[in-house]
């Protein structure tokens, strides 16, 4: 059976204050759920019932369960990338082994500290376009990834870039998804061969013109 599909819908944005407080209370209350019941029990009655808003106000905002999902994985994607952005401002770092590590570790960072992040991070099982209706998952992240890589690494947004973008995180969701499945916590020798894979192979295809 072919469970590639495309997401429910996100009806409308918040404007006023008080309808992003229920927005946010909304995914938080989700992401709550899918640590205790896990994604095939959720359902928008009981978010609704735990984020105390009226389950019509979740309908005003999600067209279904689908698009409670999606919205709660966007809001992630866009925390990882504020996260990875912010710190490789901080730290500057000079070479992509630099980038490799922070851009991992605050990928683990969030597995092991947000809240239904390891139920749903950036999709969900079967919801193989969640982000965008066009794209698979891991393709969107990719994407989002390129623009940080191709400036930090001198590499022009080219196909050749989009192209080890996502090879190398189609490596890294797979072998972070074995270490996490192997450790709650994620396991640390597993990790660590994550960012060697990620750091041999862009040192490889993402040498900047000139070098």
């Known amino acids: 059976m072919n469970r590639d599909r495309t997401a429910g819908t996100l ?38 019932r735990r984020a105390e808003v009226p389950i019509g106000t979740l309908y005003q905002f999600f067209s279904d369960r689908e698009g409670l999902i999606a919205a709660l994985a966007a809001r992630n994607l866009e925390t990882f990338l504020e996260r990875v952005a912010a ?7 000079e070479d992509i082994s630099g980038i490799v590590d922070v851009t991992v570790d605050e990928f683990v960072t969030m597995r092991r500290t947000i809240t239904g992040f390891g139920v749903v991070d950036f999709g969900a099982a079967g919801q193989d376009h969640i982000l965008e209706p066009a794209l698979d998952n891991n393709t969107a992240v990719a994407e989002r990834l390129r623009a940080l890589t191709a400036t930090l690494t001198g590499v022009q947004g080219n196909a050749e870039l989009e ?23 994620g396991d640390s020798q597993l990790i660590a061969e994550c960012k060697r894979v990620l750091d041999s192979y862009l040192n490889d295809r993402l040498r900047p013109p000139g070098n």
């Open 11 to 48: 009806r409308r944005l918040p404007v006023q204050k008080r309808s992003a407080e229920r927005f946010e209370r909304l995914l938080d209350a989700c992401a709550e759920l899918l640590d205790e019941v896990g994604y095939a029990a959720l359902t928008t009655k009981e978010v609704a």
């Open 87 to 93: 710190r490789l401002e901080r730290e500057k770092p």
């Open 163 to 185: 192209i080890a973008v996502r090879v190398a995180l189609e490596c890294a969701d797979s072998v972070l998804k074995l270490a996490f499945r192997t450790d709650p916590q």
